[in-house]
């Protein structure tokens, strides 16, 4: 089966600033792909590049079977977009700027519509001017889902929405990939991705600097394992893969990359009264390419 996002080699520098560095990177039909990175990563860039609302540099993006920049018209026929910023029309209410939209889009299945206004909590009947940050993001998370589309492409869907809303947005995701639709999420919330994501891009510097399952992002870096003694406490600081080794009392933390099998062999002739280990979370992942600041 065709990949529903292919890239290859995608490049875009404004003058002198490279904003996305040859990413090459595909993405399944029925999947949810989280992209993560800080500000200036490069994320918005790419999602530009994808809805064919910029030029690139070098390199091509495929979407759909379609070249984003070629034929970006029967492109946004079957992709749906959210912004991180939805500017709205101030005159206009709510469900008239659904309206709008889904006229425009040339696809809205009205019954689901109204489906999510309930489910967002959402007025439609009050004019755009009125509307909080959080409700003018669910017209266009709403807008965007209305239209059950092929691909939904996301940038920083939930900004402005509370921790209810992230949660209602998150069960629409995994209904839409159970349909096999596909979505494409930049974002930098790392619980939203950890909690929806099939697959991570990791982007740094506006280059792909790792990708894979959680699962195979975290096999990649180090296990915290926490052991508590009774009596002699050994020496661990020889253990193969063993690093950031600290003592308290009969207590030993330490992280472990790689077997875990030199670890139990060196504390098996010691007395143990418990072992914890546990794996790297996303935050952690994503910290291990940049700094605790994002750089």
Not at 163 to 175: H, K, V
Not at 213 to 218: D, G, S, V, Y
Request: aromatic share 6%; proline share 5%; glycine share 10%.
């Amino acid at each position: 089966m065709e990949p529903v996002i292919t890239t290859e080699q995608l490049s875009k520098h404004f003058g002198r600033t490279t904003a996305l560095d040859r990413l090459t990177l595909e993405v399944g039909r029925g999947e949810v792909f989280g992209f993560l990175g800080p500000n200036g990563a490069g994320k918005t860039t790419t999602v530009r590049l994808l809805m064919g609302l910029l030029k690139p540099t070098s390199g091509a993006a495929r979407v759909l079977g379609l070249d984003a920049w070629e034929d970006p018209t029967r492109l946004h026929a079957r992709v749906a977009y959210v912004p991180g910023e939805f500017a709205i029309w101030p005159q206009l209410t709510g469900g008239e700027m659904l309206e709008l939209l889904g006229s425009l889009h040339g696809s809205a299945d009205i019954g689901y519509r109204d489906e999510l206004c309930e489910r967002f909590d959402f007025d439609p009947t009050k004019r755009g001017r009125s509307y909080s940050k959080g409700n003018r993001q669910k017209i266009a998370v709403i807008a965007a889902l209305m239209t059950r589309a092929e691909l939904f492409v996301c940038d920083e869907p939930t900004a402005g929405l509370d921790p209810l809303m992230e949660a209602t947005f998150r069960d629409c995701i995994g209904e839409a990939r159970e349909r096999d639709q596909t979505v494409f999420l930049s974002s930098h919330v790392l619980a939203e991705v950890e909690a929806l994501c099939d697959r991570i891009g990791i982007l740094r510097g506006g280059r792909l600097v790792d990708v894979g399952t959680l699962a195979e992002l975290r096999h990649l870096e180090a296990h915290t394992v926490e052991i508590r003694f009774q009596g002699e406490v050994p020496d661990l600081s020889a253990v193969e893969g063993a690093s950031n080794i600290s003592w308290s009392g009969e207590s030993v933390r330490l992280e472990v990359r790689g077997s875990t099998a030199p670890l139990l062999k060196a504390i098996a002739p010691y007395d143990v009264v418990s072992l914890e280990s546990r794996e790297p979370t996303l935050e952690e992942v994503f910290l291990s390419h940049y700094g605790p600041d994002g750089t």
